[in-house]
């Protein structure tokens, strides 16, 4: 199975703070990445396919990058209603994976 | 509008089964991968497997924890998908997830929660 790991797993941040998260595959995944928001109480919401590509809705604030083994999220102006868990899934290769999430509070 | 909505969780016993249903609306079902996420009180989501669309004749993936117990399929009139659930032990407690498999995982219903207790 693919190992999905995800740094940091906890950060603290502003309004208005640019964030960033990492996400690493055990093995090469080429761009099937995708990445979600959940917050508490909810559920996930897909923000980006394809390791870089906005799902339909999604604020431009939001972008990611990566391919192969290593990817990264990044919101360019924290807002409060960003404060969420984040996770990353591959779906190179079954079964589907996902990272532990990262917490992204004040 | 899409729309995922899951239903027949509750509580069952250690040992028992349960069926869970997935009524979808507001794109073609039979053109779509539909898979089932769970996740545990207070932890992270896992996948548990996958239809596929009628073009692949909607054969079915399962994560190992699944691929025994577990048995996913549709009723392609009724535009429902199910994940039939055998044997389940306390360890299957939790929310389980209806989600459409396009452009990654798009869509989400808002989950049905299975709670495994004696």
């Known amino acids: 199975d693919i190992q999905m790991t995800q740094s940091p797993s906890s950060l603290s941040a502003s309004v208005g703070d640019r964030v960033s998260i990492t996400c690493r595959a055990s093995?090469?995944?080429?761009?099937?990445l995708t990445w979600f928001q959940q917050k508490p109480g909810t559920a996930p919401e897909s923000l980006i396919y394809?390791?870089?590509r906005l799902q339909t809705g999604v604020p431009s604030r939001f972008s990611a990058a990566g391919f192969g083994t290593d990817f990264i999220l990044t919101i360019s102006s924290l807002q409060p209603e960003d404060f969420a868990i984040y996770y990353c899934?591959?779906?190179?290769?079954?079964?589907?994976?996902f990272g532990p999430g990262t917490k992204v509070d004040i | 509008e899409v729309v995922l909505m899951e239903s027949g969780g509750g509580l069952v016993q250690p040992g028992g089964s349960l069926r869970l249903s997935c009524a979808t609306s507001?794109?073609?079902?039979?053109?779509?991968?539909m898979d089932w996420v769970r996740q545990a009180p207070g932890k992270g989501l896992e996948w548990i497997g996958r239809?596929?669309?009628?073009?692949?004749?909607?054969?079915?993936q399962y994560a190992a924890s699944a691929r025994i117990r577990f048995t996913i399929s549709r009723d392609e009139s009724r535009n429902f998908l199910y994940l039939e659930m055998n044997s389940l032990t306390v360890e299957d407690t939790g929310l389980y997830y209806c989600?459409?498999?396009?452009?990654?995982?798009?869509?989400w219903g808002q989950g049905t929660l299975v709670t495994v207790s004696s």
């Open positions: 239809s596929t669309n009628k073009r692949n004749n909607y054969a079915t």
């Open positions: 394809d390791a870089s």
């Open positions: 989600v459409r498999g396009y452009h990654g995982f798009d869509h």
């Open positions: 093995q090469d995944i080429r761009n099937h």
């Open positions: 899934q591959q779906y190179e290769s079954y079964p589907y994976t």
């Open positions: 507001g794109f073609t079902f039979s053109d779509h991968y």
